[in-house]
């Protein structure tokens, strides 16, 4: 069974980089491309970016690009958000998914999901 394990919560000033890691377990990795959402309080589940299987093809959210980018690791079977430049709007729970589908996981309907973990951007 697929599972995957967010890590990388924390709380950072506004301007600052900081980076989350998805580590996938349960089944071959590369059969799987990688996304990351993220929800804020009182808003609506927000797609942030996405990696296929190769790692050569990705996608990001209009509200991240430039800011952000993702990589996925083979031998350690994890997939790297890095984000620059955060902002307070920023701020929300991130979660990792999985799917077989590159276009299940870029319209939020990926099979596998992360519990989430919080990232806090202060002012």
């Known amino acids: 069974q697929v599972q995957l394990e967010e890590s990388g919560e924390g709380l950072v000033q506004a301007g600052e980089s900081h980076g989350l890691t998805c580590r996938f377990s349960?089944?071959?990795?590369?059969?799987?491309?990688i996304g990351w959402y993220r929800q804020a309080p009182a808003k609506e589940r927000e797609f942030v970016a996405a990696?296929?299987?190769?790692?050569?093809?990705?996608n990001y959210g209009d509200s991240v690009k430039g800011r952000f980018a993702i990589s996925r690791n083979s031998a350690e079977n994890t997939v790297h958000l890095q984000m620059t430049n955060l902002k307070p709007e920023d701020t929300a729970l991130y979660s990792c998914v999985a799917d077989h589908s590159w276009g299940d996981v870029i319209y939020g309907k990926a099979e596998h999901w992360g519990q989430g973990i919080q990232v806090t951007v202060s002012s």
């Open positions: 990696v296929y299987l190769s790692g050569k093809t990705k």
């Open positions: 349960g089944d071959t990795f590369s059969d799987y491309s």
